[in-house]
């Protein structure tokens, strides 16, 4: 018999960690670690002003890349004007949708409507078996039975299958839906490109202000990792970890949720290796992950056909040193080889076509027209946006 009792099993304390909640993807940091932040979170709130007074708020469009704080300003400022409006007698709700989730019409009212459905009325939202018309008669009779103002954040905006739920929350008052709740819409977006594909009437009423997040660069990025360093037990961060992560998260995209991501796996890896400090060899493993983390995310959704089609570019890009553009025909080419691995039958010269124009729009490629001269005439170049080898490997794993 094994005389190994629990107390040598398992460890009863984090030696890493001390809060490790402030490093979760979901944690919502309060005001004083918001780092370099303040103008955005001004505009906003002078954007959501009026809510204070009762009045309609202006609807709002966040625009920048991916961690860039969009959605941590968006429901930092709601929360605050829902705590002053208090203050008021005003009545404010916010709801959160995150439409990559909920890309339908249906599942977004219906998530808006359970959201503040929170208490006071005998309205039930099922998850099932309404329609979306009757889920609109009653989230419209919530809003006017227990709010002033609703703010409703549309996270990643482009995601919705269609521009209908934004018809219908944009029209809400004027077409006499709401008797008297006013809403303000926080749509929020990593796609530059996203409001011309939007429906014109829908246009001029939801981007009334549009604000774009700039990247952070590497010392804002220090500034929001120390920010958070309490996360960790005292003395276990070695001094170059933070500024290391940071020179990393920043060399990209100036992503903040990577910056947090890398520091987070850094802490994990030393766990698991029973280590006493995270050191630098750590941030360098974490970033591989986190990179391989938010290609991930990036393709979150993606037809398994649009997936070959990556692979190909991916596998043309590592096979052709120095070359990073490659013509629909070189990529369809590859991508029928992936396809014959795969055992499915390829798709047609077009549809791929489409596949890597709809990739370009989530900003994973790039494409550029080339003229080819008389002879040619002119043809697309497809290029990765992201690191090829990142690419395949979460690709075929
Ligand atoms: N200025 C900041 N100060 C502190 N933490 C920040 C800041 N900006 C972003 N973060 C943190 O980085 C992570 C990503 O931020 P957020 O989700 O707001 O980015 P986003 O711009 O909405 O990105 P996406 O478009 O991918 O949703 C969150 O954990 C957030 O708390």
């Known amino acids: 018999m094994s005389d190994v009792n629990s107390n040598e099993l398992f460890s009863r304390e984090d030696p890493i960690f001390e809060k490790k909640e402030l490093l979760e993807i979901n944690h919502l940091p309060d005001h004083g670690r918001i780092v370099g932040r303040d103008d955005e979170i001004s505009a906003l709130a002078n954007a959501l002003n009026p809510a204070l007074f009762n009045q309609s708020p202006s609807n709002v469009l966040l625009y920048g890349k991916t961690g860039t704080g969009k959605s941590l300003c968006a429901k930092h400022v709601s929360r605050r004007l829902v705590d002053e409006a208090d203050e008021e007698g005003v009545v404010v ?16 009212v219906q998530t808006i409507a359970s959201a503040i459905n929170c208490s006071g009325t005998k309205v039930s939202i099922p998850d099932k078996g309404i329609s979306t018309s ?11 039975e227990l709010y002033d103002v609703v703010i409703i954040i549309l996270d990643e905006i482009d995601k919705l299958e269609n521009d209908d739920i934004l018809m219908q929350l944009s029209r809400a008052g004027e077409a006499g839906k709401l008797e008297r709740c006013k809403l303000g819409v926080i749509g929020i977006s990593n796609k530059i490109k996203y409001k011309d594909r939007m429906d014109e009437r829908v246009k001029s009423s939801l981007c009334e202000r549009e604000f774009v997040f700039p990247p952070y660069d590497a010392n804002q990025l220090r500034a929001i990792m120390e920010a958070r360093s309490d996360a960790f037990k005292q003395g276990v961060l070695e001094p170059g ?6 020179a990393q998260a920043a060399q990209e995209h100036g992503d903040a949720r990577k910056a947090i991501d890398i520091l987070r796996y850094a802490g994990e890896l030393a766990q698991t290796e029973s280590a006493d400090t995270v050191r630098e060899e750590y941030v360098k493993k974490a970033r591989e992950r986190a990179e391989n983390d938010r290609f991930r995310e990036l393709i979150r959704g993606a037809t398994p056909h649009s997936k070959y089609a990556l692979q190909a570019l991916a596998i043309l890009s590592l096979e052709n040193p120095g070359v990073d553009a490659f013509r629909t025909s070189r990529v369809y080419e590859v991508y029928e080889q992936v396809c014959r691995q795969m055992d499915s039958d390829p798709l047609s010269t077009r549809r791929v076509r489409d596949l890597l124009r709809e990739q370009a729009f989530l900003d994973v490629i790039e494409q550029a027209r080339q003229s080819g001269g008389s002879a040619e005439g002119s043809y697309t170049e497809h290029r990765l946006l992201e690191d090829p080898e990142v690419v395949k490997k979460v690709l075929t794993s």
């Open 93 to 108: 709700g916010v709801a959160y949708v995150d439409c990559a989730q909920d890309s339908t019409e249906t599942q977004a």
């Open 134 to 144: 009757t889920y609109y008669k009653r989230l419209w009779r919530i809003l006017d």
């Open 241 to 246: 970890t933070i500024p290391l992560a940071a």
